[in-house]
C-alpha cells in the first residue's frame, strides 16, 4: 500500500512539473519575454475624404493600424443613421466607393481587424456626391466627428 500511494504521488509530481514546464514555454518567446497581448487592433484614426467626390463615387483614406490584417468600411445615409459594410475587406489604407448617387450625402466610419476581432468604428466621416450637372462638390474638406 504505501509503494502504490509513494508511486501515486511521484506521478503526480512528474505530470505537475510537465504541465508547468508547458505552461512556460507556451508563454515565452524567443526574448524570454511575455508575447503581445492576443487582441483585437485599435481603432482607426485620420478618415478623411481623399481628393473631390465625383458625382458617382467617393475616395477616402485613413491611417495605418498596427496588427491590422486589413480594413472594413462602412457607409450610412446619415451620421447617426445604420452602417452598413462597404464591399469587402480591405487590404490597404484607401478606398473609393463607387457606384453612388449624385448629389447624394453619405456618412463612413473604418475599423480595423485582424484573427482576434474587429476594432470599434472609427470617428465617422461626411462627403457629398456632386450634382448630375458636374458643378462643385459642397463638400467643404473637413473630418466630422
Not at 463615387?57 to 446619415?78: C, E, F, N
Amino acid at each position: 500500500m504505501k509503494k502504490r500511494l509513494f508511486k501515486a504521488c511521484g506521478l503526480i509530481v512528474l505530470c505537475t512539473l510537465l504541465l508547468c514546464c508547458c505552461d512556460l514555454l507556451n508563454f515565452m518567446d524567443g526574448n524570454n519575454n511575455p508575447p503581445d497581448e492576443e487582441e483585437a487592433p485599435s481603432t482607426p484614426t485620420g478618415l478623411a475624404v481623399s481628393g473631390t467626390p465625383k458625382k458617382d463615387s467617393i475616395s477616402l483614406v485613413w491611417s495605418a493600424v498596427s496588427g491590422a490584417d486589413g480594413y472594413r468600411l462602412y457607409r450610412a445615409a446619415s451620421q447617426t443613421g445604420s452602417y452598413s459594410k462597404v464591399g469587402s475587406d480591405i487590404a490597404g489604407t484607401n478606398y473609393t466607393d463607387a457606384g453612388l448617387s449624385s448629389n447624394t450625402t453619405y456618412y463612413y466610419e473604418v475599423s480595423a481587424y485582424n484573427d482576434k476581432g474587429e476594432s470599434d468604428k472609427s470617428a465617422a466621416v461626411e462627403a457629398k456626391t456632386v450634382s448630375d450637372g458636374g458643378g462643385p462638390s459642397e463638400h467643404d474638406g473637413k473630418t466630422y466627428v
